[in-house]
Structures are given as structure tokens and as C-alpha cells.
């Protein structure tokens, strides 16, 4: 069954349940109202009688039955019986509907006014004493018209209850057709969207409701994955293109050293230049699965402890044992605040890494290889800063060197192959932090990481 209907079904179910619901009270009502407004009748046309044959100024039976036979106001098969302190009858209407025990009359001598139904006439019976004389009067009649009137109204009911319940599935298909378009709308444009069309967008709409904002969700979904299919199809034409070039290299002078009867010291320099290009390529995979490692989901990423000012010298004293010529002065601020105060949650390789990048990277574009980095702290957040005062970096490209094989037109003739950087970020944003650069003529090149606490 389509959502569309199973939302009328509903809606039609509960509307008809409280209509229901609402007419039986009203017929409940409406016919206690009526029995109530009949006995109010029969306790007046009772004390009426009671007061023409047993009253102060009592009229004779002949003539009252004469006045009830004409009046208007008789009721329906009305039939009047007074009995005296004795249980004597003392008048009769003569019609008999009504049979009186003594019971009834002993009970109506105590509650002084009783009501019953006997069959479909309804029966009241007073403790009349006007006059010092008690009288026990009793009145019944068969409410006719009240009957018809709490039967039509009962129809009238029913047929308006039937009636509505059609009106409210005509409706409410209607409208479940009306609230359900949108996602009509948004099926249809699914359909739409494949891996090679992922520029489309899901209709919106201005409304803010639910639908909207489940469309405004997956378009959300749609840009994250534009952009990780385009940075997968940028990875691996870079990449290619990146491991063809040494590969062609080493391919070419291997090759050459084969055809070619070398000397021993220039097929030994061969393969010193084939091995420096195969260590370029080996950091260049290394790089890549870096990189690929740090594009992983959060949660499958171990977070721990780290200590950072221990962690930063640990990385200064990896880096000045494999480039002994660069220049690392690292300040922290405070010198002397506690451990706690450089204690964040993270992932200490991944650390490691982006650290050993940026530091790399501030002194590869250094002219006397020298680069400082500070470490400070406060309540929120610990930054680290890099900063050298090489070439400059065009602002146009600021942030396109974080994009995995770009590299600004600053590093024209420097080794490297554009993943550094990108490694670090990725790596940063992993950590729920941020990285920012600054580069001036006048006052270098300057990487800002920030690491909330």
C-alpha cells in the first residue's frame, strides 16, 4: 500500500472514530433531554390533577376529566390515578395503561417523587398534600413525539456520519497527495542523479518543514560527495601522472645502461641516480598512503592522550637527524606551564606526520633552511606556528596548495610533490582543528594550527 493512502486511511480513521464519537454523545444527550423535558411534563399535569380534584377548591371528576379530555396540552395516552392516605382510589382517568402495587405506592410515600419506564410509557408518581389531605397521584404517558424526534435525529446523525466519512476520504487523498508531491518531486530527481551527473540538486522548496529540510540535507550529501568523486578523479590523474615521471626516468636509464657498454663508474652513477629516483618514488608512495590513511573516517581513526611540547620536540630532534643542515628553533609559551596544559585527544602518528610536513615545508622554502615554531595554549585550544621568512606565497594560491598535487609557483626547481601540505591538513581537520597561512614580502610565510582541547 503507497504512503499516500495508508496517510488517508489514517486520517479518515481517526476523524471518523471522533465524529462517531461525537454524534453518539449528542444522541445520548439530546435523548436524556427529552425523556427529562416529558417526566417535567408528566410531574406538572400530576400536580395539576392534584390540585383540581384534591386541592383546596377541588373541582368534580366529571368536570376535570371533561377539561383534561379538551385541553391542548393533554399528552399522548395520558392516564391520571390518585389514591388517599388509606391507598383508597380515590379518581381514575378510566383508561387502565397503568397497574399500581402497593409497593409502588409505599415507595412513592418515602422518596416523596419516583420516575420509571414501564415499557415505552414513562411514570411519575408524587406525595401530594395540599390541603391536609396526602394524596399519592400518579401520571404516565407515552412520549410519541419525543420518540420521533430522538429517532430523526438519530438518522440524521447517521446519514451526516456516512456522508462526512466519504467527504474526509476525498479529502484527505487529496491533501496526502498535496503534502506528499515534494517527495514525488525529489524520486523523480533522484532518478535523475547518477556518479557522472552529480551537479544536480534536490527542489528545496521555501516552506522549512520537514521535507525541506531533508532535502536541504541531501543536497548537503551530494555537494560531499561531488567533491570527494572530484578529488578521487584529481588524485588519480595526479598520482598517475606523478609515478609515470620517475618511472619513465628509471625505465629510460636502465635501458640505456643496457644497450650501452658503460664503464663500471658510469654504470655505478647509473644506478645511484636509478636509486635516488626509486627513494622519490618510495616517498612519494609513502606520501599517498599517508594521505589515503588521513581521508578515512573519523571514527575508525584510534584517538588517545597526546603531549604536545613532547611531542614537538620528539619531531625536532627526527627532523635535525635526517637534515642535520636545517636550523629548528622551537619557543613554547609558557616555558613553564604544566603538562596538563598541552594534553589534547588525538592520534600521535597522525600528529607526528603533519608536524614533520609543516616543519619540512618551512624550511625546504627557507634560504638558510631556518624555521621557527612556537606552541602556545589557553582554555579552549593549543596553536601551533611555523613560520619562514623564504619566498612568499602568491594569494591567489593560498589555498590551493592544500589541494593533493598543487603546489604554488613559489616551489618552481624545490623537490616535493604537492602531498605535504594536503597530508597535513586533512590530518589537522581529522583532529577537529583548523590551519591558516599568512605569507608577506615583508613578513615571510607563517602556518597557524589551531587544536581544540
Not at 29 to 47: C, D, G, I, M, P
Amino acid at each position: 500500500m503507497s504512503l499516500r493512502n495508508r496517510l488517508t486511511l489514517l486520517f479518515t480513521a481517526i476523524v471518523s472514530v471522533l465524529l462517531a464519537l461525537f454524534c453518539l454523545l449528542l444522541y445520548v444527550v439530546a435523548r436524556q433531554y427529552v425523556s427529562n423535558e416529558f417526566q417535567t411534563r408528566l410531574q406538572s399535569e400530576a400536580l395539576t390533577a392534584g390540585h383540581l380534584l384534591v386541592g383546596r377548591e377541588p373541582v368534580g371528576p366529571t368536570l376535570f376529566k371533561l377539561i383534561d379530555k379538551n385541553q391542548l396540552t393533554v399528552l399522548p395516552q395520558e392516564e391520571i390515578i390518585i389514591y388517599d392516605a388509606k391507598n383508597k382510589l380515590v379518581y381514575e382517568s378510566g383508561t387502565d395503561y397503568l397497574t399500581v402495587t402497593p409497593g409502588i405506592l409505599k415507595r412513592v410515600r418515602q422518596v416523596r417523587t419516583l420516575h420509571w419506564r414501564d415499557n415505552e410509557r414513562d411514570v411519575v408518581g408524587i406525595f401530594f398534600t395540599e390541603n391536609q389531605t396526602p394524596s399519592v397521584i400518579f401520571a404516565s404517558a407515552v412520549d410519541t413525539f419525543g420518540g420521533r424526534t430522538i429517532q430523526n435525529l438519530a438518522y440524521i446523525l447517521a446519514i451526516g456520519w456516512f456522508l462526512m466519512t466519504a467527504l474526509m476520504v476525498v479529502a484527505g487523498r487529496f491533501y496526502a497527495g498535496r503534502t506528499l508531491q515534494p517527495i514525488n518531486q525529489i524520486n523523480r530527481r533522484m532518478d535523475e542523479i547518477t556518479a557522472s551527473n552529480l551537479s544536480l540538486r534536490l527542489p528545496e522548496g521555501a516552506s522549512g518543514d520537514e521535507l525541506t529540510q531533508l532535502a536541504q540535507r541531501f543536497n548537503r550529501m551530494l555537494t560531499r560527495l561531488e567533491e570527494a568523486f572530484s578529488l578521487q578523479r584529481s588524485f588519480v590523474s595526479h598520482a598517475s601522472h606523478e609515478l609515470r615521471t620517475p618511472l619513465t626516468a628509471i625505465t629510460g636509464q636502465l635501458e640505456v645502461s643496457l644497450l650501452a657498454e658503460d664503464e663500471p663508474d658510469e654504470l655505478r652513477a647509473t644506478l645511484h641516480s636509478v636509486l635516488d629516483d626509486v627513494r622519490g618514488l618510495n616517498r612519494m608512495v609513502n606520501g599517498l598512503l599517508s594521505l589515503a590513511k588521513a581521508n578515512m573516517d573519523e571514527s575508525s581513526v584510534p584517538m588517545g592522550r597526546v603531549q604536545l611540547d613532547t611531542l614537538l620536540d620528539q619531531v625536532q630532534l627526527d627532523f635535525q637527524r635526517l637534515q642535520p643542515n636545517y636550523i629548528i628553533h622551537v619557543q613554547i609559551i609558557p616555558p613553564d606551564a604544566p603538562d596538563h596544559l598541552w594534553q589534547l585527544t588525538g592520534n600521535e602518528p597522525l600528529l607526528r606526520t603533519a608536524f614533520f610536513n609543516l616543519i619540512d615545508n618551512g624550511g625546504k622554502f627557507s634560504p638558510a633552511h631556518t624555521v621557527s615554531v612556537t606552541l602556545s595554549s589557553n582554555s579552549k585550544s593549543v596553536q601551533l606556528s611555523v613560520h619562514n621568512a623564504g619566498s612568499t606565497i602568491p594569494a591567489d594560491q593560498l589555498t590551493a596548495i592544500f589541494i593533493p598535487f598543487q603546489r604554488g609557483r613559489n616551489a618552481s626547481g624545490q623537490p616535493g610533490y604537492g602531498i605535504g601540505l594536503p597530508l597535513a591538513e586533512r590530518i589537522i581537520r581529522l583532529h577537529q582543528g583548523s590551519i591558516q597561512v599568512d605569507s608577506s614580502a615583508t613578513s615571510g610565510t607563517t602556518f597557524t594550527v589551531t587544536l581544540p582541547r
